[in-house]
């Protein structure tokens, strides 16, 4: 085995997803599993295939290359480059936009590829991330409506990504208005309405979904088991699905406060220390370049971490459970942004099991 490594339970990323996909089809919703944050390895969207997602949504276009094997919708996330429409095409059934332009040049290379895109076009009801200004949507439709290898496939809306407004009634309603009147003025259905990400999943869980939002894009609470309006574990789903481990490589009894004057440290910043007598310190070969310190805790709740520089991670183990040695494996929970960290760094080895 080669450290440090992220291990991947499979069988629970396809129970998370089962969880989350039954919970989503008793209000008639389609769960696409959201895949970046662990960089679309096709062992784990296909576990979550399995689970019973409808389909694999992904932000970076290299990411839904390397799932394109897998027989399902592929959904690309983030609005498109205008650089990259021919593998937008190519790779993704659906793409949610937000721009005119990029949307005719969408238009003219799905010609030329013989197919018709789907689009959903995106609202922005208040985040300010992506999407059309929900005041402002009127000609944007009608030009989308002359485009004939684009098909029109509902409107979407992402929120709490950014300015951190939660998915409520009020808004999700104004979608569904908006939905309405873009079929009433121009006579046509709207297959879609795609509801948001993990945040809006509260709102499934609690019964209050409002009715008409037919799809969800869910990444965080399949991978972490967790929703992320307000940050709740979700009872019955797992939130160990992946684990960081990392290997021993200098354990000493040490004082806990360097000796001599502080200057700066590696990344410019003045370090300040507890004094915690002398300790056992351990140095496990990760650091930074890895993973930012911050997004992990040890599973053995007895040792701290102590800081970190771009390869090695420093921690107090002089409480550990277990007696430890040079060459022993530590293993950490990791948050949101640590598995973005970690899944991305090439030096970390993958593993499933
Ligand atoms: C990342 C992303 C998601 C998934 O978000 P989670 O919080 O991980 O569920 C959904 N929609 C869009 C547009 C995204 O960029």
Redesign the pocket.
Known sequence: MKYPCLEVDLKKIEENTRFIVDKCNEKGIKAFV?S??YCAYKEIAGASLKGGAYGIAD?RIQNLEKVKEFDCPKLL??IPMKSEVEDVVRLADIS?NSEIETIILLDEEARKQGKVHKIILMIDLGDLREGVWFQSIDTIVEDILKLENIKLHGIGT?LT?YGGVMPDDENLGRLLEIKNEIEDKHNITLETVSGG???SLYKVLNDTMPEGINML?????IVLGRE?AYGDLIEGMHEDAFVLKGEIVELKKKPSVPIGTIGMDAFGNKPTFEDRGEILRAIVAFGRQDVNPDGIEPLDENIDILGASSDHLLMDVTNSLKELRVGDILEFKVDYGALLNVSTSEYVNKVFK
Do not use: Q
């Open positions: 959201v970046k944050v932000s996330l983030r949610l992402n990504c990400n993990s945040s894009r869910i990444g965080e609470a992320t």
